[in-house]
């Protein structure tokens, strides 16, 4: 129905971490088999779900558990067999030394560490029914990331071998953690500068101020709508904020100087595509290479009916435009949005 400026590649299931393949408690497991269950989902949840059920088959099954970063507060950033609501909750416990661990008294000491308004999150997962928790602290290099925990309602024991290949395991893994959390550090730091210089910009013009963040929230929700994910929508939100960047030098050909600004960046091509085309009109009398329909890239046409609603504040307005100035599905896309 949309095309696409190009087809994502195929992603594994994200309800569901990938199983691996039984192990006996402590013994090795094969390596590629390993990584190839691991980069099945090569996000910082994904990983860490894999390595928290990777971790599970180390100490024999039948295991639960969560990962804990430190970003300035620890929180919750991965779950395996506990409900992916607790991901992003903010945590205190027995991680905090970041040395390996066994506890035998249950979760006696994550309830002690956190405010009591938190204990009734703990109990909606189950977490008060744990007998026995292991952590596995996440160094990479000296650096402290977080840890493994994992946790079993049995009280049986584990032997110290199984406990020592968890450990391992652990910092084995933490340096690929490492990677993705630094590559998500600076692409919210990119976003932050991103919006702080169209913040700039528009404060010279004090009616603007604020259009593009409407423009990327409204733009984002219409390409959820229609299929985008992952980088497709990191694209969107690019060319969304920074679609009138080009104004700095004036409103006449403001596309092309925007888009101008990002000549050379590889992986916002499409953004750029976006910018420059924006103006576009799907009858083909728009600027500044007159395409029409699906010639407009598809970023383009979202970000042109997000700008006129935003602009315009009206449903009706823009359904006005459907056909002539907007992309007719995409605008019946809209109308389906909550308001």
Not at 149 to 158: M, V
Request: one cysteine or more; a negative charge; hydrophobic letters at 40%.
């Amino acid at each position: 129905m949309f095309r696409r400026p190009r087809t994502p590649p195929p992603t594994a299931p994200v309800t569901e971490a990938r199983k691996p393949t039984p192990t006996a408690a402590g013994e090795a497991p094969d390596a590629t088999r390993v990584l190839s269950d691991l980069l099945a989902r090569p996000t910082l949840e994904g990983i860490l779900e894999g390595a928290l059920s990777q971790g599970s088959a180390l100490l024999g099954g039948d295991w639960r558990g969560y990962a804990i970063l430190r970003r300035g507060q620890d929180r919750v950033a991965g779950v395996y067999g506990y409900p992916k609501a607790l991901i992003g909750t903010p945590l205190s416990g027995p991680w905090a030394p970041m040395k390996p661990r066994v506890l035998s008294d249950g979760a006696r000491e994550l309830y002690e560490a956190n405010p009591p308004e938190l204990h009734a999150t703990l109990d909606t997962c189950g977490m008060n029914d744990v007998r026995l928790s292991v952590v596995a602290p996440l160094n990479d290099r000296g650096r402290a990331l977080g840890a493994l925990i994992l946790d079993r309602t049995s009280s049986e024991g584990i032997s110290p071998t199984a406990q020592e290949a968890v450990t391992k395991w652990a910092g084995a893994v933490a340096p690929l953690i490492g990677v993705l959390e630094g590559r998500e550090e600076w692409k919210a730091a990119a976003r932050q500068i991103t919006s702080s210089v169209v913040e700039a910009v528009e404060s010279q013009e004090f009616d603007a101020l604020g259009h593009a963040q409407a423009v990327a929230e409204t733009s984002l929700k219409l390409g959820r709508a229609v299929g985008l994910v992952g980088r497709d929508l990191d694209e969107l939100w690019f060319a969304a904020t920074m679609h009138d960047l080009g104004k700095i030098h004036g409103e006449t050909g403001h596309p092309q100087v925007g888009a101008n600004f990002l000549h050379g960046v590889a992986h916002l091509t499409e953004a750029q595509k976006a910018i420059r085309h924006h103006h576009e009109r799907w009858d083909g009398q728009g600027e500044p290479d007159r395409l029409s329909g699906e010639d407009i890239p598809l970023y383009a046409r979202i970000l042109a009916v997000a700008n006129a609603y935003v602009r315009l504040g009206d449903l009706d307005r823009v359904r006005a435009q459907a056909g002539k100035g907007l992309d007719p599905r995409l605008v019946a896309a809209l109308e389906k949005l909550p308001q």
